[in-house]
């Protein structure tokens, strides 16, 4: 069993930076699939950007040029660098590994975007 832990979530201005951070236990992240999903107040969550097992990575148009996902192996750790903020982009963060067992997500980290 897999799991998920978010952090790294917090209240920024428009156009500042965050780095969110999904640490897994329990199995080894290099194996799965991670997704970064949002969802904002009152909406449904939606994909963000995916790292496959084979290095590629992938990201909605939303983001795409802003939003950076890279893995830490060492850490057992995928991150989402997120630049040039902006209000649109609050709600709670999500990351998701899909393998090995299925899927599994963590508990999410609250980015608030405001001026």
């Known amino acids: 069993q897999v799991r998920l832990v978010e952090s790294g979530g917090d209240l920024v201005q428009p156009g500042e930076s965050l780095r969110l951070s999904c640490v897994a236990s329990?199995?080894?992240?290099?194996?799965?699939?991670v997704d970064w999903y949002r969802q904002p107040p009152g909406g449904q969550r939606d994909l963000l950007a995916t790292s496959t097992r084979g290095g590629r990575e992938m990201y909605m148009v939303s983001v795409k040029g802003r939003f950076t996902v890279s893995r830490d192996s060492t850490k057992n750790t995928v991150y989402l660098q997120m630049n040039d903020l902006t209000p649109s982009d609050s709600g709670v963060y999500y990351c998701?590994?899909?393998?090995?067992?299925?899927?599994?997500w963590g508990e999410g980290t609250h980015v608030t975007v405001s001026p």
């Open positions: 998701k590994a899909v393998g090995e067992g299925g899927e599994f």
């Open positions: 329990g199995g080894f992240l290099a194996k799965y699939s």
